[in-house]
């Protein structure tokens, strides 16, 4: 692999700064390593000294965290305005952490210096001299973000060239050019990469914000001024609209402009990496995320599904296997039968040829979704239909006498309490159960697995994750009728059934029991 | 503003084909209505004939739509192959839907035409010529969107560039070059629209999709080449990785481009509109969305929000209300304080200098969202919390003593019945009512309403129109809390109240509950 160029990670830095992201040093440990997975150069694990989870991390990172890939870089600040880098607290704060690499943010935009940091640009200037040959000088590689850079570069070139030189004159390996308040375009940033390096001769890297929604485009665009090193994160985190998407960045340079920057076999994981990083933030994933994203590679249009069966490639600019992803075909109003046909072969049923059958299933299909149902966003639902269709069970583990669910609340400050009693035929018996909850969904999902799990003990690996409602009723006054999606998950994967009704218990519970059903089909448990 | 300039929207076609995104007519009127005030030229409202909502759209739309800014198009294809455009009954939907405007979708690319299509290049070019003149000869104006465009032309670009001409020279308004797959990088499409611009003089627009995360980019860089017509979403809906988000681009060739393409006022609607459209969908919006996104402006690290005391401009690349967003301060509880006083004075309560009290308030409101309130989108429960505070009622017209819904079904057809009783205080009495509805919220808004129209009869002006719930638990195991939001009328204006709790049906009480307070208060109803 290309050891010129950096792959700089700032997940656990810029990324912490999005809203809703706190991340213990434990979380830093695990993504730490699923970057080191992924191939990156670098990892920015944070401020230490000044941020009391970083120090930590640094520390225990020194033990616990053995990088085979990447290394370990600390993020801080030139000194402090009038000091001396070598008596600065913050400073001696990154080099006690022990960071191989230390990356410092610097000011290179005039009126920063003067009406935020509030001194001289010859002071600034001096900032990033004395701060950095401090570092070279005690044996660290520096980095140096130059914030604001384009801005600054904007207002006066001059000012922002000579912080470029002052950091590279001393002794930094790269000067990252940071468009802090992500207000480029792609135009501006090539333009003002290729002149910074013309006019400095320094290593360039780019680290670009989504404000105008070009962050990609934009690293892209410095890359191909000569940038050589590209900072990110992955998921796009960051503060306000995020960070440049990592990962999108390194797919589009590696398989859009043939670089060498990780082994292709990373690559391949890189949709399982994007997962597991946001399962540690516990932010939910984008599905539309580029390369990654569940949807990525979903196909809805009826016209797109036929061609697919002719070649797959003429609807994707990608294999999607390359970063670790997979084609999924969507069944929706809009599918016909090629639709249909495909999304069968992709459960093990093959109808090629049978003509009936599909015409069968799609007209249900159609027909449902008349009604409100979106198999689209319910998968196991549509095996559901299909298999039912074909008979190509077990498709049915009880059946459902009768059920209710009961909320009630007796006081002015106290809590609701929901109960619910099914009453279902399994197993050659009449079972009733009651369950309790904290709704009449849950409660009915309680009631439901008490009634069952005597005779399917399996329904214990099973558990409802998320739950979802939708009221179809655009104007009132119109009947209204409720869409319900649950998903359920056995611990390993999860699948999405939904149900439609003009009661919303009801349309819950047709889900819910869907959900199990599949569960128990998938698990391959037979009727009892 | 420039007519010469075409901002056409189709976030109810090809945004529609997200996995998840079904469109119910009224959805679709409602949508477009709110494109019409965004200030778009042009309105993509489906494929009529080959589907019919979209077919009854379009009827419904000749009627009911009274668009004062944008035109509407409908979407199709070119004939079939080896017939002819008067006799195809796909192209005779497209005519009898009445748009003014129809876009057809034509194959610009080889492989597609010969694999997919499976005709011949010449009779692919006479499917162009043959539709498109047919179609101006009945008098409408016609716009082709060639499919596979970038990826055809860099296959075959003599080809392509045959169909750019066909189109253009049988009478095509606008020929749009897509980059269906999604697959390109700017400059790519730079050079592809510059060096077609300049071969056939075709006027040309952009169609982009987001798989290398440049949809955007690519869009500014095909205008920059030349093109004078840009096709994208609101929110960046469709396929896979979804269109190009329309909002993105309009302010970005507006805001940093100084393009005149929609009145600056409703660009200052930017964000109400996408978050107006996202409702409809039920898609939840992206709090990291450029421009109009609820983090598009938040920020959080201590760095920024000193600088940020000095002068907001140096961490944000345009002024929020540009597009109707807001700065949000995610640290400060000084931005808070002033929030609370802004709001008061709205409602008629002078808080100036009402420190202690305003402190009060603002630790309130910041213990509730801890516990997952958003008064953001609920301001009627704000002011009722503020009212409450400083005692500005009336706020409590009813006690609550006790209140029950139960849901039962007694068979495997039948339909569930939703019934509530409720036991509250009012007027002097204790009353003791029992409502029906479909579902438990629905039964228990009948409930109240008998149990207080004999005391408060206003109570009949006041409707519940919408109801919306998210499940609060983004990793299960974990303690979920329900939200929900609740929006009231009185048939002139409406207001939200939420709820929140760890029972659902208790949480759409108490929304429920606060709705028809607010309701009563604002009537100017006293407490009898």
């Known amino acids: 692999m290309s050891t010129d160029f950096h792959v700089y990670d700032t997940t656990m830095r810029d990324g912490a700064q999005q809203e809703g992201i706190n991340l213990s040093v434990a979380d830093k440990l695990v993504i730490a390593r699923h970057l080191d997975d992924l191939g990156v150069t670098h990892v920015e694990g944070g401020w230490p000294g000044a941020n009391p989870t970083d120090t930590e991390f640094f520390a225990r990172a020194a033990t616990e965290l053995d990088l085979r890939t990447a290394t370990l870089a600390a993020f801080g600040s030139t000194r402090k305005a009038g000091g001396s880098a070598a008596s600065d607290p913050q400073v001696q704060g990154l080099l006690d952490s022990g960071a191989p690499v230390i990356t410092l943010v610097a000011k290179s935009h005039v009126g920063h210096v003067e ?12 900032m990033i001299t004395d701060t950095v040959s401090h570092l070279v000088g005690q044996g660290r590689t520096v980095m140096v973000d130059t914030e604001h850079f384009f801005d ?26 940071c468009d802090t308040n992500g207000g480029m375009l792609p135009g501006q940033v090539h333009d003002a990469v290729a002149d910074v390096i013309a006019s400095t001769g320094a290593r360039l890297g780019i680290h670009c914000h989504n404000d105008t929604g070009c962050a990609v485009a934009n690293t892209m665009a410095a890359v191909e001024a000569g940038a050589t090193h590209v900072q990110g994160t992955v998921n796009g985190y960051g503060e306000r609209t995020g960070n440049a998407d990592l990962v999108t960045v390194v797919a589009n340079l590696q398989l859009k402009l043939g670089m060498d920057l990780v082994e292709p076999y990373r ?21 539309r995320q580029p390369y990654v994203g569940a949807g990525a590679f979903a196909h809805k ?20 296997k390359a970063v670790g992803n997979d084609m999924r075909m969507l069944v929706s109003d809009m ?9 069968s072969r992709e459960i093990g049923v093959d109808l090629d040829g049978e003509d009936e059958t599909l015409a069968r299933v799609l007209a249900r299909v159609k027909t449902l979704e008349q009604r409100g149902y979106t198999f689209d966003a319910a998968d196991a639902s549509f095996e559901l239909l299909l298999r039912r269709e074909v008979g190509a069970g077990p498709t049915q583990y009880a059946q459902v006498e009768s059920w209710r669910a009961i909320t009630d609340v007796r006081g002015a400050d106290v809590e609701a309490l929901s109960e619910a009693t099914v009453k ?4 050659g018996r009449r079972i009733v159960a009651t369950g309790e909850g904290n709704g009449p969904v849950n409660a009915l999902d309680e009631a439901l697995r008490q009634a069952l799990v005597v005779v399917y003990p399996e329904i214990e690996q099973l558990e409802l994750i998320d739950y979802r409602v939708r009221i179809l009723d655009a104007a ?20 999405t059934t939904i149900g439609v009704a003009a009661n919303i218990v009801e349309a819950s519970w047709q889900a819910l029991l869907d959900g199990i059903t599949f569960g128990l089909m998938r698990g391959g448990v037979p009727v009892r």
């Open 335 to 343: 599918a016909g039968r090629a639709t249909v046909e495909l999304k």
């Open 476 to 495: 009132h006054g119109t009947d209204a009728v409720t869409r319900v999606l649950i998903e359920t998950s056995d611990g390993t994967t999860s699948w």
């Open 424 to 427: 279902v035929h399994a197993g």
């Open 115 to 126: 009406r935020a940091l509030r001194t001289t640009r010859e002071e600034n200037l001096a």
């Open 267 to 287: 690559l391949q994981d890189a949709t399982r990496i994007a997962h597991a990083i946001s399962e540690v933030t516990n932010h939910p994933p984008f599905s």
């Open 152 to 177: 600054g570069y904007l207002l006066d070139r001059e000012y922002a060239l000579a912080c470029v030189r002052a950091a590279s004159d001393a002794g930094a390996e790269v000067v990252a050019l």
């Open 301 to 320: 249009a009826g016209l797109h599904a036929s061609a697919i069966k002719v070649d797959p490639d003429l609807y994707q600019h990608i294999e999607p």
